[in-house]
């Protein structure tokens, strides 16, 4: 029998193909286009149902970390991603059709891996040589998620996150707005390949709306008198924080959007030479570079509002709107109850959990839990020892979160070096970046000797078999 997994997401796709790359046959069920969800538009595997972005791509970041790890794993997220890139900074953003497509063909065309298009509704019985992966996401239907709270107790949790409008380039004034990256860190044609795509001539990747003290002033009183599509009462929402709708931001305080989505440092306007009061920054999110989305702008802001607040921002001012900002479910288990560090179900070894359902949050996350849910998927059905990866990897500390965070407050976390091993005390160089890069370094050093360790243990399962 095959290793069968449950969701062809970002972290069921992954999944397949640590398996299949280890020659071990996959079945790989996705519901859409049959049953659709609330979001994904397409019936790709892999769609990125939001943001373009997999987040910071340098070593002296988390998420850049768990990147370079995953490429060293063989990652076909990773992989694709690269394929995909666009233009973003420090950051790796992607044009979404190309990367959804890239991951559907490479798992279509994998001779090992079959893919049914159907919903599963129960969880299928799995044995050591059988195993299940379930990744169905943030969105798990309905029968599927029933099935999960029987299986799991009553530690199966949801809440929402919001998302970030985008508008169409040709309607953004090209005039009111400068092109730049952050502190000037841009990776146009830095990449392996070269850039993905060009967009303008200009220097920099993104298109930034200053403000003047007076235009914020404006645009913060519209903010937090404009209309909610749901929520009125804050505090009974329980939000991810490091996905706050802009409004909910804004009612903490006047200044806390300059200290956040429009924090104006580092970003030089060429006309006053100075830094704006307040900027907005346009992220490219597509390769044709005519859609630009508005950079940790999610809101749940009744659309006609939104477009009118949103409006008041320079450069806007006719803009038109892909798509609004909205908010959504978000569907996860209580990770450090259920999981065990190799993303095992605890209380049934032969069943693993992956992906924005077993307690992770972001796209990159999802898809590094896949990718060790595949590999020990694939392992237990070859007959091999199920590792956990080095806990000084990010690719490990993450397992290790999910699975030891305390369970009474438990949140789903992006990667951060928080949950990084700190460096031996008195060792280790001083400044924030410098020590990053040291995490890093020891991070790709164990990873390097877990990956020689793996390959050593398969050859002597095989030896003995
Ligand atoms: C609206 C929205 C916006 C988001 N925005 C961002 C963002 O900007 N950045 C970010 O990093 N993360 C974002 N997330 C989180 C994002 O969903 C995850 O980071 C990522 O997609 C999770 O990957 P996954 O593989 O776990 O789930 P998914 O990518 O959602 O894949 C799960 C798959 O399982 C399928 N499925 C569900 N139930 C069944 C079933 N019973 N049988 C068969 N197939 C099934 C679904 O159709 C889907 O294709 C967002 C989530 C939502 C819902």
């Not at 666009?86 to 559907?104: H, K, M, S, W, Y």
């Not at 599509?229 to 909910?248: N, S, W, Y």
């Not at 508005?294 to 806007?316: E, H, Y």
Request: hydrophobic share 40%; glycine share 8%.
């Amino acid at each position: 029998m095959p290793v069968r997994i449950i969701g062809g997401g970002l972290a069921g796709c992954e999944a397949a193909w640590q398996a299949a790359s280890r020659g071990v046959a996959v079945t790989l069920y996705e519901m859409r286009p049959v049953r659709p969800t609330a979001v994904h538009k397409t019936d790709r595997l892999a769609e990125l149902v939001c943001s373009n972005s997999f987040r910071g791509d340098k070593l002296d970041n988390a998420v850049g970390l768990l990147k370079e790890e995953m490429r060293r794993l063989g990652s076909l997220v990773m992989r694709a991603a690269e394929e995909s890139r666009v233009p973003a900074g420090a950051a790796l953003a992607v044009d979404r059709e190309r990367f959804a497509e890239t991951v559907t063909r490479a798992v279509s065309d994998h001779p090992l891996i079959t893919i049914l298009r159907e919903e599963v509704r129960t969880i299928p019985p799995s044995s050591d040589r059988d195993p299940v992966i379930v990744a169905t996401g943030p969105l798990t239907s309905e029968a599927l998620s029933s099935e999960l709270i029987r299986l799991v107790g009553g530690d199966h949790l949801y809440f929402y996150d919001a998302i970030s409008p985008i508008v169409l380039a040709e309607t953004i004034d090209r005039s009111k707005v400068f092109r730049a990256s952050r502190w000037g860190r841009s990776l146009r044609g830095a990449t392996p390949t070269g850039p993905a795509c060009a967009v303008d001539d200009g220097e920099g990747d993104y298109l930034n709306c200053p403000l003047t003290r007076d235009e914020y002033e404006r645009f913060y009183d519209a903010l937090v008198t404009a209309e909610s599509a749901t929520v009125h009462d804050f505090d009974k929402e329980r939000f991810f924080e490091g996905c706050l709708p802009i409004e909910v931001m804004a009612h903490r305080g006047r200044d806390t959007l300059r200290f956040g989505p429009m924090k104006p440092v580092g970003l030089l306007d060429p006309r006053t030479g100075r830094e704006p009061y307040a900027a907005v920054q346009l992220r490219q999110d597509n390769l044709a570079g005519d859609h630009f989305s508005l950079v940790g702008f999610q809101t749940q802001i009744k659309w006609g509002d939104q477009a009118r607040v949103l409006r008041m921002i320079p450069g806007l001012e006719q803009a038109e709107f892909v798509r609004f900002g909205m908010v959504h479910r978000n569907t996860y288990v209580n990770g450090p109850a259920v999981l065990a560090d190799t993303w095992q179900v605890r209380s049934k070894p032969t069943l693993f959990l992956a992906g924005q359902m077993s307690g992770v949050e972001g796209y990159v996350e999802s898809a590094a839990s896949g990718l060790l849910a595949g590999l020990n998927a694939a392992a237990l059905s070859r007959g091999e020892p199920v590792t956990s990866a080095p806990r000084a990897t990010a690719i490990g500390a993450l397992a290790y979160y999910v699975s030891h965070a305390n369970p009474a407050h438990y949140e789903p976390s992006n990667i951060t070096f928080g949950i990084l091993p700190p460096l031996s005390q008195g060792s280790g160089p001083k400044g924030k970046k410098l020590r990053n890069l040291a995490l890093s370094e020891r991070a790709l050093r164990d990873l390097q000797e877990w990956v020689d360790a793996r390959a050593s243990q398969a050859v002597s399962a095989v030896s003995q078999s």
